[in-house]
């Protein structure tokens, strides 16, 4: 089930079911103590003014007895509440960062990886393309496909593994389907894009495959540059 669909039903349940079954007891409560205060004062015209000041004084004995009452169980359902509703949330968390600790990563691509899978005994060189699309795309088409479906964030993490990733040099891009893909980063790389940019800065043409190289590469459309990695 969608992280969104369960979110609105947690929240239908712990927050907007209650909270419309409150409002319609409320009105059900007021409609009962107006027909209660009919029949009452159609029952008090025989009584003597005593007999009436006694059972006013019973009365708002009552009612106070009942307020009480009736307050300690709207705090204890707004206590069950904000309880269920705390749970809730814990559970998203842990489910989001279990997601983000068990999915799995792809490396940044090697320039050298096309040729190793061509190297692969059975491997045929029309299924080459496919297995660079995957590593680059991790399951979608192309990069307008890939962008729209992930989002970028800074890969930096002192305390994965004990690798160290200096600030803006890896790109970690958090996919729809589960996936996590490394993007390496040059010194220069801003000016083909900018860091976690889906946009490539002018002149440069999106990503395609380069058979010769066996690898997906960026052109330079002014210059006739070739860029196999850093974009």
């Not at 009480?68 to 269920?84: E, G, H, P, S």
């Not at 991790?138 to 307008?144: E, N």
């Not at 992930?150 to 803006?168: A, L």
Request: proline content about 3%.
């Amino acid at each position: 089930m969608p992280q969104a669909v369960l979110g609105g039903l947690i929240i239908l349940i712990n927050f907007i079911m209650p909270l419309a079954a409150l409002a319609v007891g409320w009105v059900c409560s007021v409609q009962h103590r107006r027909k209660l205060a009919e029949k009452e004062g159609r029952l008090e015209e025989g009584f003597t003014q005593e007999q009436k000041l006694k059972i006013e004084k019973a009365r708002r004995e009552l009612d106070e007895e009942l307020d009480q009452i009736t307050l300690q169980y709207v705090l204890l359902v707004f206590a069950v509440m904000a309880a269920a509703a705390f749970v809730a949330v814990a559970i998203l968390l842990l489910g989001q960062f279990w997601q983000a600790a068990t999915a799995t990563v792809v490396a940044p691509t090697g320039r050298e990886l096309g040729n190793q899978f061509a190297g692969v005994p059975g491997t045929a060189e029309c299924e080459v393309e496919g297995l660079i699309r995957q590593n680059e795309f991790v399951g979608y088409k192309d990069w307008k496909e890939f962008t729209a479906s992930c989002c970028c964030s800074d890969r930096q993490n002192e305390f994965s593994h004990g690798e160290e990733f200096e600030p803006k040099t890896v790109e970690l891009w958090t996919c729809a389907n589960g996936l996590l893909k490394e993007r390496a980063r040059g010194t220069k790389s801003g000016r083909i894009r900018e860091f976690c940019s889906p946009k490539f800065g002018s002149n440069f043409e999106l990503p395609s495959y380069a058979s010769n190289l066996r690898q997906y590469v960026v052109r330079n459309s002014g210059t006739g540059e070739i860029h196999v990695t850093g974009w």
